[in-house]
């Protein structure tokens, strides 16, 4: 290296700035810009964007910045709904829903189109529609002022796929199966209610929020059984997770979903209602089996019931994938891509996947040689060494040779 050539020399840019976006190879923009760019200034001077024909531009950019273009002014709503004005669209709220295709008619007039508020750790909602199977549409409202919550989860009776929809830092993320995508829309205001549309298809799954925004998911749905749908801390299933916020308008098809089981209400038990908790001895000395008894030398287990008859154990009261610390006290895992989604349950330190270790803020490969007793590291990278070999990774001898 010349040390007269300035360091800057080794930072040039060959391919240019892209401003609102990336193009792909496929043509595609990724991580597309929606709003205005001012001000962009390069070693200090100021870059003209007075001529666009000098630029090579696509898609839709103009000069100055416009406000936000008004869709209600084209009478997209009925008279008796207030418009909304979105990017990209508008919204219609009638007063208990926030879209309709018409007028504002349909207003209560079932018990189950009124919300529900699920605020604590007893609170769930559980329906199970009969005979629901792909294609089918999924329609619902929330609202909550939560950033990180799980809102809603269907399961199918073909358990290795399930559908969830959650907020992550603002922003709506829907789940099929084990892969995931961010649906690009605003960051939800709080406290406002949101619509959201899933449509089931025989290879594709397509979410839909307020009628505007959408991301679709490739999945083979092809004969595939709804089995139940849920929000919160749902006893007997496979994803339970607390949902802070309200619920209306559950329907399959259009067709509003009747409740089939909801969490104690704590301000009265309703009759037919049953939520205990035994406390069981466990001795650790003995294989007998637990026995509800006082006994001082053995471990205490709380198991709650629920259900009419009290035949159903409650969900475990844990903190979810992907968060820390003791429930109700969860906290999201915050960690760089490359990192576990799981991070440390006890004090939320990110941790790295299996033969890799920690540095400089990302996940590097432990690379152990043919010295070293296993592939894993430890957290600072040192391979454990067999015989005479030595260095971080086992690959030398003890006169700094090369293991052969």
């Not at 008619?105 to 529900?116: F, G, I, K």
């Not at 025989?202 to 709804?226: N, P, R």
Request: proline share 5%.
């Amino acid at each position: 290296m010349d040390l007269s050539v300035p360091c800057f020399r080794f930072l040039d840019v060959y391919s240019g700035i892209f401003l609102g976006g990336r193009p792909a190879l496929s043509g595609k923009v990724e991580q597309g810009f929606s709003g205005c760019i001012a001000n962009l200034t390069l070693n200090d001077e100021l870059v003209e964007f007075s001529s666009l024909a000098e630029m090579d531009v696509r898609g839709s950019v103009r000069e100055g910045c416009a406000h936000r273009r008004d869709f209600c002014s084209s009478g997209a709503c009925s008279p008796n709904a207030k418009c909304i004005s979105r990017w990209n669209g508008v919204n219609c709220r009638c007063p208990h829903s926030t879209h309709h295709n018409g007028s504002c008619t349909a207003e209560l007039s079932s018990v189950h189109r009124r919300p529900l508020t699920l605020t604590d750790d007893e609170s769930f909602v559980i329906y199970r529609p009969p005979n629901v199977s792909v294609p089918f549409t999924l329609s619902f409202e929330f609202r909550t002022s939560r950033h990180d919550v799980q809102i809603i989860v269907a399961e199918f009776k073909q358990r290795n796929t399930f559908f969830k929809l959650e907020v992550d830092d603002g922003l709506m993320k829907a789940w099929l199966g084990l892969s995931s995508s961010m649906i690009e829309a605003p960051e939800l205001h709080s406290g406002t209610w949101t619509r959201v549309d899933v449509e089931f298809r025989e290879e594709e799954v397509q979410t839909t929020v307020d009628g505007i925004y959408s991301v679709t998911s490739k999945h083979s749905m092809f004969d595939k059984t709804l089995d139940v749908l849920y929000a919160g801390l749902a006893p007997s299933t496979g994803h339970p997770s607390r949902f802070d916020g309200c619920l209306r308008d559950v329907a399959i098809n259009a067709v509003t979903l009747p409740i089939d089981e909801k969490g104690k209400d704590l301000s009265a038990t309703r009759a037919g209602q049953c939520a205990r908790c035994k406390a069981f001895a466990l001795r650790t000395d003995s294989a007998s089996p637990p026995t509800p008894r006082e006994d001082t030398t053995a471990i205490v287990k709380a198991v709650c019931l629920v259900g009419t008859n009290c035949e159903r154990s409650a969900a475990i009261q844990i903190c979810p994938h992907g968060f820390w610390g003791r429930f109700p006290h969860c906290e999201k895992c915050v960690c760089a891509e490359g990192f576990q989604t799981q991070c440390d349950k006890n004090n939320g330190e990110c941790l790295c996947p299996k033969f890799q270790f920690p540095l400089h803020g990302r996940c590097v490969s432990c690379e152990c040689g043919y010295g070293a007793t296993s592939l894993q590291c430890s957290v600072d990278g040192q391979c454990q060494c067999s015989g005479q070999a030595s260095g971080r990774r086992c690959d030398r001898c003890v006169l700094d040779h090369h293991v052969s």
